[in-house]
C-alpha cells in the first residue's frame, strides 16, 4: 500500500485532519506512529460513541500503527468540561479506578491486544508537584482558555467556571507529551483539547501530534451527543434483546 492509499484510509469517515502535510511526512517515514485516544472512566461502560473512535485507531493498527489506549484515571477525577455549561462534581479515585477495569475488559472488542498499549495518564501526573503543576499552567493564559467555545459561553453568561476546569485541557495536552504521540483522534468536540497537545508538544520541545477528528454520534435522546455522563448511550456489552 503506498503512503497516498494509507492516508486515504485514514481520512476515510474523518471530519477533519490537522495537518495533513506534516501527517503524509510522518507516513512516508515508514516507521509505526504512536497513535493516542483518550477515554476518561466517568462510568462503567464504553458505549457505541467510543467506537467510532475505537474503529478509526483499529484501522490505524490494521496499517502497522502502535495504538495508545488512554485511560484517563487522572483527568476523570477532574471531570471533561467539553460541552457542559455547568461544572460537573467530581469523581474519587475509587470509582474513576473501578470504571477504568471495565474499561479494561471491554475495548478488545474493537481493538487488536497485540498492537495496543493500555496507559493511565496518572502514571505520568501522580508524580506532578506544585511546582510542575505551575509551570503547567503557566504555558496558557485565561484569555487562550476562554477562546473555547464552552467556557467562553459560560463566561459571557455569568456562570461559574472552577479553575480545575482549566487545568483539564492542559493536562489531556500533556498527556501527548508524556505518550510522545504522533497523532492523537478524538470527536470533533474536543478539538480545542487536541490542539493544546499540539502546542504543549512544540513548548517541551517536540514535533507537534497531528489531529484527527471524528464526528460525534447522536444520543438515545435525539438532541445531545451519546455520553456517560448524559445517559443516553447504549454500551457496547448491553445484550440486544435490551429496550432503549
Known amino acids: 500500500m503506498t503512503h497516498q492509499d494509507a492516508l486515504a484510509q485514514i481520512k476515510r469517515g474523518a471530519h477533519e485532519l490537522l495537518l495533513e502535510d506534516e501527517l503524509k511526512q510522518r507516513l512516508a517515514s515508514g516507521r509505526p506512529l504512536r497513535v493516542k485516544a483518550g477515554f476518561d472512566p466517568t462510568a462503567p461502560d464504553l458505549h457505541i460513541g467510543h467506537t467510532v473512535l475505537l474503529n478509526k485507531l483499529r484501522q490505524l493498527q490494521d496499517l502497522g500503527h502502535h495504538a495508545l489506549f488512554l485511560i484517563g484515571d487522572f483527568t476523570g477525577m477532574i471531570g471533561d468540561p467539553t460541552g457542559k455549561n455547568t461544572t460537573r462534581p467530581p469523581l474519587s479515585r475509587e470509582q474513576v479506578l473501578e470504571n477504568a477495569q471495565s474499561y479494561r475488559d471491554q475495548v478488545f472488542k474493537v481493538l487488536d491486544p497485540e498492537k495496543t498499549e493500555i496507559v493511565f495518564n496518572s502514571t505520568w501526573m501522580d508524580k506532578f508537584n506544585a511546582v510542575d ?112
Open 133 to 244: 503543576l505551575i509551570k503547567l499552567a503557566a504555558t496558557h493564559t485565561v484569555a487562550q482558555m476562554l477562546e473555547r467555545d464552552d467556557f467562553g459561553k459560560r463566561y459571557k453568561s455569568n456562570q461559574p467556571i472552577a479553575i480545575h476546569e482549566f487545568i483539564y485541557p492542559l493536562v489531556q495536552g500533556y498527556d501527548s507529551v508524556a505518550l510522545k504521540a504522533d497523532i492523537e483522534l478524538g470527536g470533533t468536540d474536543q478539538k480545542f483539547n487536541l490542539l493544546m497537545g499540539r502546542e504543549l508538544q512544540k513548548h517541551y520541545g517536540q514535533p507537534a501530534q497531528c489531529v484527527l477528528t471524528m464526528p460525534l454520534l447522536e444520543g438515545l435522546d435525539g438532541v445531545n451527543k451519546m455520553s456517560k455522563s448524559l445517559g443516553n448511550y447504549v454500551g457496547i456489552t448491553d445484550a440486544p434483546q435490551d429496550m432503549f
